[in-house]
T-cell receptor, first 111, second 111 residues
Framework: DVKVTQSSRYLVKRTGEKVFLECVQD?????MFWYRQDPGLGLRLIYF???????EKGDIPEGYSVSREKKERFSLILESASTNQTSMYLC??????????FGPGTRLTVT | GENVEQHPSTLSVQEGDSAVIKCTYS??????FPWYKQELGKRPQLIID???NVGEKKDQRIAVTLNKTAKHFSLHITETQPEDSAVYFC??????????WGAGTKLIIKP
């Protein structure tokens, strides 16, 4: 079974803090994705990566950066958290153009 | 780029009746259309998908149809059951190798 894990289920941070969200997959998938999910807006792609050290901007990259130093790990970084970044963050991985497997999500609250 | 519209945003059906969710896409080069189901508090999971060389695909009570000319695809659930209550997302792979998501449909099964 593919397993995608995220470092935290719930996170509370203060405005201006630097926030790290980590995602790890154990199936040797080359593709990894970060989404945020807000009610009524579906899944919006923040960044994705098709290989180690490679990253591509998605639809809403502003205020975020990513890091992929190892194939199994994809990190999302909020350089200076703001209240409008309060959301559910979902990580996913896939092999090629196939099914995306999602992690359990991190609910981030920025106060 | 690709744009995916999904309707309705909420669908309420009587248990045992059928449910239909519709999506339209804009990129004629799109060739893969998955559907994901997200139960309350859980991660999205793939339930069925269809490729552009096929017009219809069925898996027990779930079917997906694709009309390439009109650029729309639909999810059909027959004999709905309480466990079908969830948010359903359609998506389309675009020519830029990105999965573009619909906004989601909340399906409510009334007892």
């Amino acid at each position: 079974d593919v397993k995608v894990t995220q470092s935290s289920r719930y996170l509370v941070k203060r405005t201006g803090e630097k926030v790290f969200l980590e995602c790890v997959q154990d199936m040797d998938h080359e593709n990894m994705f970060w989404y945020r999910q807000d009610p009524g807006l579906g899944l919006r792609l923040i960044y994705f990566s098709y290989d180690v050290k490679m990253k591509e901007k998605g639809d809403i990259p502003e205020g975020y950066s990513v890091s992929r130093e190892k194939k199994e790990r994809f990190s999302l970084i909020l350089e200076s958290a703001s209240t409008n970044q309060t959301s559910m963050y979902l990580c996913a991985s896939s092999k090629g153009k196939l099914e995306q497997y999602f992690g359990p999500g991190t609910r981030l609250t920025v106060t | 780029g690709e744009n995916v519209e999904q309707h309705p945003s909420t669908l309420s059906v009587q248990e045992g009746d059928s449910a239909v969710i519709k999506c339209t896409y804009s990129d004629s080069a799109s060739n893969y259309f998955p559907w994901y189901k997200q139960e309350l508090g859980k991660r999205p999971q793939l339930i069925i998908d269809i490729r552009s060389n096929v017009g219809e695909k069925k898996d027990q009570r779930i079917a997906v149809t694709l009309n390439k000319t009109a650029k729309h695809f639909s999810l059909h659930i027959t004999e709905t059951q309480p466990e079908d209550s969830a948010v359903y997302f359609c998506a389309a792979w675009d020519s830029n190798y990105q999965l573009i998501w619909g906004a989601g449909t909340k399906l409510i099964i009334k007892p």
